[in-house]
């Protein structure tokens, strides 16, 4: 069974530093993008950016690029999120998904599975 | 940038109805990368069509997509109660990568 567990909820003040994670198991975490999507109090999905655990490939959404960092390690199949500075606007609701498998003669690009969700709370 | 855009913003409907959302993009998408996802309260989103009308695993066959170019909709045949939740449609382009869209609110009337 594919799962994907993301971190508890974290309560921050603005200015600290944070990384949130995503293991995933019941599949080959390597060969699978993962992607991580916000949704702010009350609103709707944003993706954030993606990665691909197997090189580390990276890509932002123009809105993230800078504001947000996302690595992974597939030695123990997990990917994170990571912010340096911490804003009262980054409060909201985390999500990690794996990206549907993509092979050179077929691809998607949906989420197929995804994790339970990590609350940030910003607050001074 | 691709833009999603989703009508109605609310639908209210009784249970055994039928559901009839859309979904517009400012410019044409590849059928193969809209996707469509619900989320109930308090849960993470979850697939249920991918390349506008396949059926993800596991959900029943009153939920059904459609669509190409701009213009895509998901039908949900006979509402049940489980169904009531919040819709989005989601998209892939090479530029933009993935956009969603920002959802309909699909309530008990």
């Known amino acids: 069974e594919v799962q994907l567990v993301q971190s508890g909820a974290e309560v921050k003040k603005p200015g600290e530093s944070l990384q949130i994670s995503c293991k995933g198991s019941?599949?080959?975490?390597?060969?699978?993008?993962i992607g991580w999507v916000r949704q702010m109090p009350g609103k709707g999905l944003e993706w954030m950016g993606i990665i691909y655990p197997g090189d580390s490939d990276t890509r932002y959404s123009p809105s993230f690029q800078g504001q947000v960092t996302i690595s992974a390690d597939k030695s123990i199949t997990t990917a994170y999120l990571q912010w340096s500075s911490l804003k009262a606007s980054d409060t909201a609701m985390y999500y990690c998904?794996?990206?549907?498998?993509?092979?050179?003669?077929?691809?998607?690009?949906?989420?197929?599975?995804w994790g339970r969700g990590t609350l940030v709370t910003v607050s001074s | 940038e691709i833009v999603l855009t989703q009508s109605p913003g609310t639908l209210s409907l009784s249970p055994g109805e039928r559901a009839t959302l859309s979904c517009r993009a400012s410019?044409?998408?590849?059928?193969?990368?809209l996707a469509w996802y619900h989320q109930k309260p308090g849960q993470a989103p979850r697939l249920l069509i991918y390349g506008a009308s396949n059926r993800a695993t596991g959900i029943p066959d009153r939920f059904s997509g459609s669509g190409s170019g701009t213009e895509f909709t998901l039908t949900i045949s006979r509402l049940e109660p489980e169904d009531f939740a919040v819709y989005y449609c989601?998209?892939?382009?090479?530029?933009?990568?993935?956009?969603f869209g920002q959802g309909t609110n699909l309530e008990i009337k």
């Open positions: 410019q044409s998408v590849n059928s193969r990368y």
């Open positions: 998904a794996r990206h549907s498998y993509c092979s050179s003669a077929s691809c998607y690009n949906d989420f197929d599975h």
């Open positions: 019941g599949y080959s975490f390597s060969n699978y993008w």
């Open positions: 989601q998209q892939y382009d090479s530029s933009t990568l993935y956009t």
